[in-house]
C-alpha cells in the first residue's frame, strides 16, 4: 500500500523555539512587504501610512491581522497628496537684498502664491505655505508644519545673493552632510539657523528596528529628493536661466525632514541686476511657476500619488 502523503507531527521540522525580538519584527516587516508588493494599489500607499503599518509592528499580535486590514487601506477614499511650499525668510529677515533694493523675502512669497494657484487649479494636490504673510519663522517650524501635515513633498524657494554681481542663474539642492562646492557650502551657511529637527521617532520599538527603519527612511527620501530635484532642473532649464551645474547638495537645515523628500530653490540672484528684474516681472514668475508645477506633478505621478482610488 502506497504510504500517505500525511507527516506525522513527529517528523516535521522543529521551529527554533526561541528568537531574537529584533528577528520577529524583521520577519514581520517582511511578510508585511512581501505581502502588499504584489497588490496594484501598492502605488497609491503613502510613505507616512507605510511608516505607520511598521511602527504597529512592535505591538501587532500577528501578520494576520496586519494583512487582514492592509486591504482597507487602498479601498478607502484617500485625500490628494499635500504640497508645502516654503517662501523663504520673511518678516524681520529680508532675506538677500537686490542692487536695486528688492527683498528676498517678497519675491519668494510672491513666487509661492502664484505656483499655488497654478497647483490648485490643475487639482491634482492639496497645496498649503508655511507662512500666507509677511512674517518670520524659524527654519525647524518649517520642517515641522510639513511634517505634522504628512507633506508628500517639501519645497523651499529663495533668491541667493553673491558679492560677484555677474553670477546669474537658479539651481536646485538637495540635503547632503557635505557641500558639493564652496558656493553652495557658503549658501547653506547663510540659510540655515542653528536649530535641527530630528527624524522620525519610532515609539515603543527595540532600538535595532528603530534605527533600520530610519535608516531606511531617509535613505528613501534622498532618493526621492534627487529624483524631485532632477525633475525640476529637466522643466527648468528650457524655461530660464540656470546655473552652469544646477543640481547641488549641502546641509540646508529646512531640509533636514527625514521622511518628506525636499528640495530648495535658488531661483535667481537677487546680487544680478536681470535675475532681480526678472523675478520682480509678473510674466516671469508665472512662466517659472508653470515649470515648477510640471516638475511637482511629474514627480507626485512618479511616486505613486498620481492615481486616486475611490470607495
Do not use: W
Request: glycine residues 8%; contains cysteine; aromatic residues 4%.
Amino acid at each position: 500500500m502506497a504510504q500517505s502523503g500525511h507527516v506525522r507531527k513527529a517528523d516535521r521540522p522543529r521551529a527554533h523555539k526561541y528568537r531574537p525580538r529584533a528577528h520577529k519584527y524583521c520577519v514581520r516587516a517582511i511578510g508585511l512587504l512581501c505581502y502588499v508588493r504584489p497588490m496594484a494599489e501598492v502605488r497609491t500607499l503613502s510613505r507616512r501610512a507605510l511608516l505607520a503599518a511598521l511602527a504597529a509592528m512592535s505591538s501587532a499580535p500577528s501578520l494576520a491581522a496586519v494583512s487582514r486590514t492592509a486591504p482597507s487601506l487602498s479601498r478607502a477614499a484617500r485625500p490628494l497628496p499635500l504640497v508645502v511650499l516654503d517662501p523663504g525668510h520673511g518678516g524681520k529677515d529680508p532675506g538677500a537684498i537686490g542692487v536695486t533694493g528688492t527683498y528676498e523675502k517678497h519675491v519668494a512669497f510672491a513666487i509661492a502664491l502664484e505656483l499655488r494657484r497654478q497647483l490648485e487649479r490643475a487639482g491634482r494636490c492639496r497645496v498649503e505655505l508655511t507662512r500666507d504673510h509677511d512674517v518670520f519663522i524659524p527654519l525647524h517650524d518649517r520642517v515641522g508644519f510639513a511634517q505634522q501635515r504628512g507633506a508628500a513633498l517639501f519645497m523651499s524657494l529663495h533668491a541667493d545673493a553673491l558679492t560677484v554681481s555677474r553670477v546669474r542663474g537658479a539651481s536646485v539642492y538637495t540635503l547632503s552632510d557635505t557641500a558639493s562646492d564652496a558656493q553652495t557650502a557658503a549658501l547653506a551657511q547663510r540659510e540655515n539657523s542653528a536649530d535641527r529637527f530630528g527624524g522620525p521617532n519610532f515609539r515603543d520599538m527595540p532600538s535595532a528596528i528603530a534605527n533600520i527603519l530610519g535608516s531606511l527612511v531617509r535613505q528613501e527620501t534622498r532618493a526621492g529628493s534627487a529624483r524631485l530635484a532632477h525633475r525640476l532642473v529637466g522643466t527648468l532649464k528650457p524655461e530660464i536661466g540656470m546655473l552652469t551645474h544646477p543640481s547641488r547638495q549641502a546641509g540646508f537645515m529646512v531640509l533636514r525632514a527625514a521622511d518628506i523628500p525636499s528640495v530648495l530653490v535658488e531661483m535667481g540672484f537677487m546680487s544680478n541686476p536681470q535675475d532681480e528684474a526678472a523675478l520682480r516681472l509678473p510674466t516671469h514668475r508665472v512662466r517659472l511657476a508653470l515649470a515648477l508645477q510640471r516638475a511637482v506633478e511629474n514627480f507626485l505621478d512618479g511616486a505613486g500619488h498620481g492615481a486616486r482610488i475611490s470607495g
